[in-house]
């Protein structure tokens, strides 16, 4: 689960929406006691909508792989596949689809969600996430 380390701690969420409206919040992420699990909390603001959720994260099938079990305060639930490969982050659902890195030695993580489309995949909003000391 090391692989998850980096994620470990307290993170300023911001970024912007297809359609304009600022993503302002925090992301803070945590193992479990034992060491087995993360989990992940998200607080922000999308335009004037307050998103809060929670995640579980936990080893997956394959070696680097993850499986993540989301919940958020308007009902939705997700499941979800992450990657991790150097400093590039993927995460993979039927619903929507991460792309992003690590930067500055780990304290920033940016990156874009896209949704699907007829035939590929449609940017749905950039995030940058800048670790807090």
């Known amino acids: 689960m090391n692989e998850l380390s980096p994620f470990?701690?307290?993170?300023?969420?911001?970024?912007?929406?297809?359609?304009?409206?600022?993503i302002n919040g925090?992301?803070?992420?945590?193992w479990m006691d034992g060491s087995k699990f993360v989990i992940h909390t998200v607080d922000v603001l999308i335009g004037n909508e307050r998103v809060k959720s929670m995640e579980i994260i936990g080893q997956g099938e394959h070696k680097n792989e993850?499986?993540?079990?989301?919940?958020?305060?308007?009902?939705?639930?997700?499941?979800?596949?992450?990657y991790f490969k150097n400093n590039q982050i993927t995460i993979v659902s039927e619903?929507?689809?991460?792309?992003?890195?690590?930067?500055a030695m780990g304290k920033i993580i940016e990156g874009k969600w896209e949704?699907?489309?007829?035939?590929?995949?449609?940017?749905?909003?950039?995030i940058r996430l800048e670790k807090e000391v």
């Open 8 to 22: 470990i701690g307290r993170w300023k969420t911001s970024g912007k929406t297809i359609d304009g409206k600022k």
């Open 26 to 30: 925090t992301d803070i992420y945590e």
């Open 66 to 82: 993850f499986t993540s079990y989301a919940f958020d305060n308007n009902g939705s639930t997700n499941i979800s596949i992450m």
């Open 95 to 103: 619903r929507e689809r991460f792309k992003g890195e690590f930067k």
């Open 115 to 126: 949704k699907p489309s007829d035939k590929d995949w449609e940017y749905l909003m950039d």
